[in-house]
């Protein structure tokens, strides 16, 4: 079998299309020059490896002869993993949403040799439909025009790029800052709110987890009896309730789908990446917290589980995302989206026996499929049911006339049977890569899992994750964006170091090695030399130098993932506290207010920004708990910290605190806080002026919700 210069690659994306008969080459200056030397336009596809309609595109058309010939003759090919290199991803995704509304994946643009967008479009089919062009007559048209009238693209290009880069500084403006963005960034979330189903938008639905964020915050410092603040739960329990019981999870396995096709979280796109399982995982924990809601709980448990047990490489790291199509049968090219979760109703007669009536009522499975309407138009998943929960345990009980703890024993044993049944199927694809800043994401969910259920493989998880990042990513002062088969070549982005800063304070709080905390303000001082911007503040996605990244942008949306300046605002306040160095609280100052404009006209663009601007505005609280600790007294006070819902507090062991002596004021005060009487010991503190000390897990607690 040929294969063309993406065999060369370490990307699992661009190594799927190292077979195709397109002559493609990876980003980067050999494929620059070879378009400027023989002056053909360049195609540019960017995808991951784990997306249907890239799929689909690959095997309709890249790996179509015909087709192949076609570009191999007009165009320099070049293959992007979006998740490598999100900075041109960016950059493109934003030429092909403003020239055409709409983006997504497959991207496909044209460019000049001069890497100047003159054409794109996501998905294109082999032939005309969906109203979309046809793939090789279109290639045949912009070959023509590219022949016919090049110095007019050449210009019109050129000016495009010009107001791209006009549009990107204008994006993030500065501006004043005013609670008024917290108040009309929740009614904005209001006004979007599905009062039936949760969620913000009728279909899709993502999950969008800084929109959850905010809300819990917001409901936390509202107070939980405020009307404001019920209201802000009752969007985040109600949402988090439906994805849980719905076609979004996983219900045998654990983990979270990308999103629901439908309005009910009914069929989701069943990819699972890992941004959305690190980030779900934290939102649900955070809801237990807030709620105490047991559902929450196991949600966040399973998910947690989910990635231990298929996610989590014998490195340490953790794997990028699970495919959504796979075989349906073993030594079989035949393969469809779903394949691996959806379930005939026969197929579970066979192997539940007599309790197959019970649990098909109880998870919806319908003889003819259970897929809503409208939520399967090309009939894929005709005959199939995606598992959905649509009966309660009291209503389960009744259907088994069993007890409510034996009936949920039962399901539990149906769903051990289907799972044994599944492992058996052909897997999906895993993309094994390991990117920095979505393991910086994993660090915290599986940290804020050990301090809120408790369990301690999770710290351990952690800990293994944080020690890998750091002995293979962290080289010569600077981070790298990915890891497989060895560090990659790319250099970390500002999310990269954002995320794991985060994840670091977070693993912090849950076992107070300082040497996390070191790690920290190591990054973040990196962070700020590459990134920030001087004149404007805030900070820009990629670093200065690379000529290929024709427009350097900071990001203004917190989507499927924040932005990096609405993570980092957040970490320069917990650091401020951390540290007592108040440099860090004004850059943090400085940073809101580059997206000040942003966040006055649109504030629910940016939740997880809004979070931050709360915690700038409100008063922050220190809690020290003196004492051994592995002392269950001392045990039993971090625990009454760790279950209750406590933004804009930080969390420090006063014997770790003071060792070394090298981390600021503020954790040498904390170190000067004894164990009195020989009892562990908790001060509940506010700039470290602290209330009187208390000794007993119920004093402590209800101190806190004073």
């Not at 493109?92 to 054409?119: E, I, K, R």
């Not at 404001?228 to 019981?245: S, V």
Request: glycine share 8%; net charge negative; proline share 6%.
């Amino acid at each position: 079998m040929k294969h063309n210069l993406l065999a060369q690659e370490k990307s699992p994306y661009l190594i799927q299309h190292a077979s195709n008969p397109v002559h493609w080459m990876p980003w980067g200056e050999a494929a620059f020059t070879k378009a400027r030397t023989q002056n053909k336009p360049i195609f540019l596809s960017i995808g991951y490896s784990t997306c249907h309609w890239c799929h689909v595109m690959a095997h309709e058309s890249f790996e179509d002869e015909t087709t192949a010939a076609i570009l191999n003759e007009s165009f320099v090919c070049i293959k992007v993993d979006r998740e490598e290199r999100p900075d041109v991803d960016r950059l493109y995704m934003n030429y092909v949403q403003a020239t055409t509304g709409s983006g997504g994946w497959p991207m496909s643009v044209w460019l000049t040799p001069d890497l100047h967008p003159f054409f794109g479009g996501t998905y294109f089919p082999p032939a005309d439909r969906f109203n979309r062009p046809g793939f090789p007559s279109l290639l045949k048209r912009i070959a023509e025009a590219w022949t016919a009238d090049r110095p007019r693209i050449v210009q019109s290009a050129a000016e495009t790029l010009a107001s791209l880069a006009a549009n990107s500084q204008s994006a993030a403006r500065s501006g004043p800052l005013s609670g008024a963005a917290l108040e009309s960034g929740f009614q904005s979330l209001v006004q979007q709110y599905d009062e039936e189903y949760g969620g913000f938008a009728k279909k899709p639905k993502f999950p969008r987890p800084p929109v959850l964020f905010f809300l819990l915050q917001h409901a936390s410092l509202a107070g939980a009896d405020s009307r404001d603040g019920k209201i802000a739960a009752g969007m985040a329990l109600h949402t988090l309730r439906n994805m849980y019981l719905g076609g979004m999870r996983d219900q045998l396995g654990g983990g979270f789908h990308r999103y629901s096709v439908d309005r009910l979280w009914h069929v989701p796109h069943y990819e699972k990446m890992l941004y959305d399982q690190a980030q779900l995982a934290c939102a649900y924990l955070e809801a237990h917290q807030l709620t105490g809601d047991i559902l929450c709980a196991e949600a966040a448990r399973s998910t947690l589980n989910y990635v231990a047990r298929e996610m989590t490489d014998p490195t340490g790291g953790f794997h990028s995302a699970e495919d959504a199509d796979s075989l349906f049968e073993h030594g079989k090219p035949e393969h469809g989206e779903g394949a691996y979760y959806v379930w005939t109703s026969g197929e579970i007669d066979s192997l539940l026996g007599s309790h197959s009536s019970f649990f098909k009522q109880v998870y919806a499975v319908e003889p003819e499929g259970n897929s809503p309407d409208g939520s399967d138009p090309h009939g894929e998943l005709k005959g199939k049911n995606t598992l959905v929960r649509r009966r309660s345990p009291a209503e389960a009980a009744v259907l088994s006339s069993l007890p409510e703890l034996a009936s949920e024993e039962l399901l539990s044993q149906c769903r051990e049977k289907l799972l044994a049944a599944r492992a058996t199927r052909p897997r999906p694809h895993r993309d094994d890569k390991i990117l920095t800043a979505w393991n910086g994401l994993m660090l915290s969910a599986f940290a804020h899992g050990y301090g809120v259920l408790g369990q301690d493989s999770y710290l351990t998880t952690a800990r293994n994750a944080a020690r890998f990042l750091k002995s293979t990513l962290w080289k010569g002062g600077t981070l790298r964006r990915s890891y497989r088969e060895g560090p990659g070549e790319v250099a970390g982005f500002c999310e990269d170091y954002a995320f794991l800063i985060q994840g670091l304070l977070d693993l912090f709080e849950a076992d107070f090695h300082s040497e996390w905390l070191s790690w920290a303000l190591e990054l973040q001082a990196v962070q700020d030399r590459l990134f920030w911007d001087a004149s404007g503040g805030g900070y820009f996605s990629s670093a200065s130098g690379d000529p290929s990244v024709l427009i350097r942008s900071k990001e203004d949306h917190d989507g499927a993932e924040p932005a990096a300046s609405s993570v980092a605002a957040r970490n320069l306040l917990r650091l401020a506290e951390f540290t007592g160095r108040e440099e860090m609280r004004e850059r943090a100052t400085k940073t809101l207010e580059a997206f000040g404009a942003v966040l006055e006209s649109a504030p629910s663009s940016l939740p997880q920004m809004l979070q931050s601007l709360a915690a700038l505005r409100s008063p922050w609280r220190q809690i020290v708990i003196a004492g051994d600790l592995s002392s269950p007294d001392t045990q039993a006070l971090l625990g009454v910290v760790r279950r209750m819902h406590l933004p804009n507090t930080i969390l420090l062991h006063a014997g770790s605190a003071a060792a070394g002596g090298l981390l600021g004021e503020r954790l040498g005060a904390a170190g000067q806080m004894p164990a009195l009487e020989g009892r562990a010991t908790a001060y509940v503190c506010k700039d470290f002026s602290c209330q009187s000390p208390v000794f007993e897990p119920g004093a402590l607690e209800a101190l806190l919700k004073k």
